[in-house]
RNA sequence: GCGCCAGUAGCUCAGUUGGAUAGAGCAUCGGCCUUCUAAGCCGGUGGUCGCAGGUUCGAGUCCUGCCUGGCGCGCCA
């Protein structure tokens, strides 16, 4: 109805110029929004505002020529009306609003979708915990969001890979596998100092067993060297094996795996130096190689290159996103835990230096989830070994509140997770409210099944008794839902489709318990029947949108 | 010290990218089942939008300075 509306000003602005009432040398972009207060009625714009310096006119009196040159030849509009400083406030007809619905009904299943990636595409990195322990609290939320992020872009138009990087070289790993070790030599009886920089959670001990089950004692007359390199690697294995089954436990599943390994044993990273060098952004001091990040907006210089002639993290992710690069994509977000954000400028360093497009590379931060159990804190950390892993949060609350739980607040404010609310709150949950709203749908239609009332059919005549106030509250806000989606994928931001299903459900609630939507009046009853279809249609996808289930009965 | 994020009702949070009289859920108080699922609906109570300036027709939203909280500032990963 905007795009409607915003004609409909465009060519009464034309007019006003043409007739000489509005001196303009151009018709400008004409905003159009959903007013607050809905008194002020559907839509209104502020264009006879912003055009108040431009044509040396006040306000009013522009609102005024504006509202004398709409010509509605197809009475879409039943008011309109200059209101405050100047205002246009306009009211469609109900007429407008039952074609707005036919329309929304024709286009069907995919109603929401748009062209706003054209296309393009996009690749989401996400998750990509460290293969050292199980996914937690933590992840769990960068888990739902990139994948709610994914399946908005897909929406939205873009054609989306998602991927997860795996480090699996470097320290950590050695961390890991001295740790296995040591859990693999106490298993055979052996006294031993637990590494201080170690793993002290149990599924530690769970790979050792494994290994000893496997291979025996044969890792106690190697050297320590070997028998912690191999531990790492294996233990990096099974843990990664481990997280994959989390994830799918989630519903959340990845086009790709990036190993960072592979890609230092590849040759790749060497060659992402290289081009740096090539490009004359590297240099020499103090023994090691850094990059000129500075000179692409980072705050210092980093180091590529250690002294020692090993490579810095760093230089993994300028391959990796170089690489990312070169496959092609049109544009990368990457989603890290809010305590990476030093990082974005340095990546955004590397890529500018790659000649990347600034604007093509977002990072989505997400926040720290604090985990609380009968209203007291629980403590989390891989160090301590006391951590609650995303399994426990889904084998407790199920995939989809905690996908919910998870959406619920943008991503880069903190998140409150209280498990026993979680789980106590049933009566009152949020999740069950939009679900509970789908299910009234489809027991209206099994209702309407079990009476024999056939299916109606999606015409003009069908929707003519349309009109009362619940009803248009209704088609209003589906009307919204295509500008949501754009909004919500333009901003990055998956948690505008969680409110919005919650303000579609409270507005279906409020039409449910007010009317009747099945009754002995066959033509009201089809009309009613194609509206809560849309609107079960709608719900279903914002659903389906943040990965959580629409059931048909609970 | 520098940087990023946040500060909105008792609590948890939204706020359509600068719009009109600042909203929702929880909590609390009071109503509503002869009706397609009451996991619901209707109404009441509740606010110095951290503080102070500035920008303009107009600021919770933008700019500056301060206050408070979280996080980050390694040749760690």
Same mark, same amino acid.
């Given at each position: ?182 859990? !693999? ?134 391959? !990796? ?21 030093? !990082? ?211």
């Amino acid at each position: 109805m905007k795009e409607l509306l915003r004609g409909l000003i465009s060519d009464a602005l034309a007019m006003a110029s043409e007739q000489g009432a509005l001196e303009l040398s151009e018709i400008p972009v004409v905003e159009v929004e959903v007013p607050r207060d809905s008194s002020h009625g559907d839509l209104s714009s502020n264009v006879a505002m912003t055009l108040a310096r431009v044509v040396g006119k006040p306000p009013r009196a522009i609102a005024k020529i504006i509202v004398d040159c709409i010509s509605d030849e197809g009475g879409d509009l039943a008011e309109k009306e200059i209101a405050g400083p100047g205002f246009l406030n306009f009211t469609f007809s109900n007429e407008a609003w039952r074609r707005r619905l036919l329309s929304i009904i024709e286009v069907g299943e995919t109603y929401g979708s748009s062209g706003l990636g054209k296309g393009r595409r996009v690749q989401i990195e996400f998750v990509s915990a460290n293969p050292t322990g199980p996914l937690h609290i933590g992840h769990g939320r960068g888990a739902a969001t990139g994948d709610a992020l994914a399946r908005l872009l897909e929406t939205a138009g873009y054609e989306v890979d998602r991927e997860y990087y795996v480090n699996d070289a470097g320290v950590q790993i050695t961390n890991l596998g001295r740790s296995v070790y040591a859990r !693999y030599l106490e298993l055979h009886g052996r006294e031993v100092q637990f590494p201080p920089d170690g793993y002290p959670g149990d599924y530690v001990i769970d790979i050792a067993r494994r290994i000893v089950a496997e291979e025996g004692a044969a890792w106690l007359d190697r050297e320590e060297e070997e028998a912690v390199a191999h531990m790492g690697e294996t233990g990096g294995r099974a843990m990664l094996e481990r997280i994959k089954e989390d994830l799918a436990a989630f519903s959340i599943r990845f086009d790709g795996f990036t190993s960072e390994k592979a890609l230092r044993e590849s040759g790749a990273v060497a060659e992402a130096i290289a081009d740096l060098r090539s490009r004359g952004v590297m240099y020499e001091a103090d023994g090691a190689e850094w990059f000129r990040s500075t000179e692409f907006g980072d705050d210092k210089d980093r180091t590529v290159v250690k002294s020692d002639g090993e490579l810095t993290y760093f230089a993994s992710d300028i391959c !990796y996103h170089r690489a990312k690069l070169a496959r092609g994509y049109d544009r990368i977000v990457d989603v890290w835990g809010a305590d990476h954000h030093g !990082y974005i400028k340095r990546i955004k360093a590397c890529l500018a230096a790659l000649d990347c497009d600034p604007h093509a590379f977002s990072v989505v931060l997400v926040q720290i989830v604090s985990l609380t159990r009968d209203g007291r804190p629980v403590r989390m950390g891989k160090r301590s070994g006391e951590f609650v892993s995303l399994r426990e949060i889904i084998d407790e609350v199920g995939p989809d509140l905690a996908r919910f739980f998870f959406l619920m607040r943008k991503s880069d404010a903190q998140l409150e997770f209280d498990l026993e609310l979680a789980r106590r709150q049933t009566a009152e949950n949020p999740v069950f409210y939009i679900q509970y709203a789908h299910t009234r749908i489809a027991g209206i239609f099994r209702q309407a099944s079990e009476r024999g009332i056939p299916e109606p059919e999606i015409s003009a005549v069908c929707v003519s008794r349309l009109g009362n106030a619940d009803e248009l509250s209704l088609i209003r806000l589906l009307d919204e839902f295509p500008d949501l989606v754009e909004a919500s994928a333009r901003a990055l931001e998956p948690h505008r489709v969680v409110f919005y299903a919650q303000r579609l459900a409270g507005e279906f609630h409020r039409f449910y318990a007010r009317n009747k939507c099945v009754s002995d009046d066959r033509e009201l009853t089809a009309a009613r029947l194609l509206l809560v279809k849309a609107v079960k249609q709608v719900i279903g996808r914002a659903l389906s949108m943040v990965g959580v289930s629409a059931p048909e009965r609970m």
